[in-house]
């Protein structure tokens, strides 16, 4: 019903840059908060930043003033400008969707993208 994907990701040396873009579909009227997420190996899944639809922000210690979750709510997309790069930022990184209204109602629960590596590595 609502489909994330996620594209940008990549090898990138480190102290470079990357943005990382996510395109819902699936009859959406509105998305109530938008969020990026990493997993790297044998780590739990964290949040990276998010969004909400009235404008709030949230980063995570581990990347606050290195990153910048922007949304465009006319096309459904969520982009995740992330700086100065180190090794340990390499991980899979995820979109997720909460409160999600369609045509057929609102989805409370969170979707989430396939995820896109990326990889920070001379």
């Known amino acids: 019903q609502v489909q994330l994907v996620e594209s940008g990701g990549g090898l990138v040396q480190p102290g470079g840059s990357l943005r990382l873009s996510c395109a819902a579909s699936?009859?959406?009227?509105?998305?109530?908060?938008m969020a990026w997420y990493r997993q790297a190996p044998g780590k739990q899944r964290e949040r990276v930043a998010s969004l909400t639809i009235d404008g709030s922000t949230d980063y995570s210690d581990s990347m606050k003033g290195r990153v910048f979750i922007s949304r465009d709510d006319a096309k459904n997309t969520v982009h995740l400008q992330m700086n100065s790069l180190k090794p340990e930022d390499t991980a899979v990184y995820y979109c997720?969707?909460?409160?999600?209204?369609?045509?057929?109602?609102?989805?409370?629960?969170?979707?989430w993208g396939q995820g896109t590596q990326v990889t920070v590595s001379s």
């Open positions: 699936g009859s959406i009227f509105r998305i109530g908060v």
């Open positions: 997720e969707v909460e409160e999600v209204r369609t045509t057929l109602g609102t989805i409370l629960d969170a979707r």
